[in-house]
């Protein structure tokens, strides 16, 4: 380890890899809540929060853990429960007057057309407005989970459909 009247130790969580404080530190001059997306291999949560003065405060949640109760039985570690999480989320965030959100993806590497903002997508299309390109959002045909069918016996598409106009129909 250096030392020396010079050297600084690095705060713990930059050290552990979890916060980019720089980017945080932006994020919360904007005042406005942040759409956090976390993804793990089978799940993906997705929350906004809001920086409070004593810490930060979850308003909405939805894990794809969640989808489970609309009848989704497919895998959740993929890009179609990743849009489907974030269109739940994005329809609780309009019943609780919530309008608008910062996407925040961490120290995750993005993709265009990946699993993160796949979520973000589902978010959008429930009516949040979030700052975005639509360039970078996955094609209609993969968020339908068209690209898994291919290779796999249970139709995904279907399931994608009938999950979608139930979360729909719950919240209109």
Known sequence: MATGS??????RRVRM????YRARKQLLISRKP???????????????????????????????QDLKKYGFTAPTGNITSAYLAGLLLGYRAKKKGQTEAIADLGLYHTTKGG???????GAV?????IPHDPK???????????????????NIAEQFTAVKQKIEGEFR
């Open 6 to 11: 010079r050297y600084r130790v690095k705060f």
């Open 17 to 20: 890899g979890k916060t980019d």
């Open 34 to 64: 942040r759409l956090v997306v976390r993804k793990s291999l089978k799940n993906t949560q997705i929350q906004i929060i809001v920086p409070e003065q004593s810490g930060d405060m979850t308003l909405v949640c939805a894990n794809t």
């Open 115 to 121: 699993l993160l903002y796949a979520a973000i997508k």
């Open 125 to 129: 299309d429930a009516g949040l407005e």
């Open 136 to 154: 970078i959002f996955p094609t209609q045909d993969r968020i339908m989970g068209k690209h898994i069918d291919t290779y796999r016996k249970t």
